[in-house]
Nanobody, 128 residues
């Protein structure tokens, strides 16, 4: 069983930065055998893909809407994945979820808002 716990959300102004963290714990497969991702869900909208990172951290993928502003990274020694969010916009307001999946084709999996494990989410609110 895998547990994912997000932290770092909050209320900020447009143009500010935030860094989200997601702590991985559980038995069985090690953290570095899971691809990780961040997805978000704004009120009244469907959950959408934000960013994904490969098992070793050498490959990353981003939604067009966040490319150049957000950076996903991971520390496999600390079982943690991060999302650095810069130049935040009001349209970035959403609940942000951490997800884990061991699938080789993880990018397709995450882009379909599918994953083996999910966190509970952390709220990010960006005021204009």
């Amino acid at each position: 069983q895998v547990q994912l716990v997000e932290s770092g959300g909050g209320l900020v102004q447009a143009g500010d930065s935030l860094r989200l963290s997601c702590a991985f714990s559980g038995r069985g497969r090690a953290f570095n055998t899971y691809a990780m991702a961040w997805l978000r869900q704004a009120e009244g909208k469907e959950r959408e893909f934000v960013a994904a990172i490969s098992w070793g951290g050498d490959t990353t993928h981003y939604a067009d809407s966040v490319k150049g502003r957000f950076t996903i990274s991971r520390d496999n020694a600390k079982n943690t994945v991060f999302l650095q969010m810069n130049s935040l916009k009001p349209e970035d307001t959403a609940a942000y979820y951490c997800a884990a999946d061991p699938n080789l084709y993880y990018n397709d999996t995450f882009r379909k808002s599918h994953a083996s494990y999910w966190g509970q989410g952390t709220q990010v609110t960006v005021s204009s």
